[in-house]
């Protein structure tokens, strides 16, 4: 893992944010995402600067598609932004984990279980 993803993980880890529970490294078929909350089908993806150039941002945006097309939503973070404002990272997870908390899949949903 990466410093910014040690660091996130760190409070992600053992149901520290509010009682929800997180992967790290979850494979979903092709890919593996660096933080996942199976209840809130969330990813949290963190990026580096290399994810700036064009054929990097093309190949994430692949995913996130993909991805979101299996139900799970894509929340992508800057490394930097992990390092100077931890804190609203953490906020923002928790706001997009309070909207996606009260989705729930019924059994005539085509999406795969979580």
Not at 53 to 81: I, M, P, Y
């Amino acid at each position: 893992m990466t410093d910014a993803e040690q660091l996130l993980w760190y409070c992600l880890r053992r149901k520290q944010l509010s009682g929800f529970r997180f992967r790290r490294q979850h494979p979903i078929e092709k890919y593996v995402l660096d933080f996942y909350c199976p209840e809130a089908r969330l990813a949290v993806e963190l990026d580096g600067g290399q994810h700036n150039q064009t054929k990097n941002a093309l190949r994430d945006r692949g995913r996130s598609d993909f991805l979101e097309t299996q139900g799970v939503c894509v929340l992508r973070v800057w490394n930097h932004e992990v390092f100077a404002n931890l804190e609203g990272v953490l906020e923002r997870i928790y706001e997009v984990l309070q909207q996606r908390a009260g989705v729930h899949y019924g059994r005539n949903d085509n999406l795969p279980p979580p």
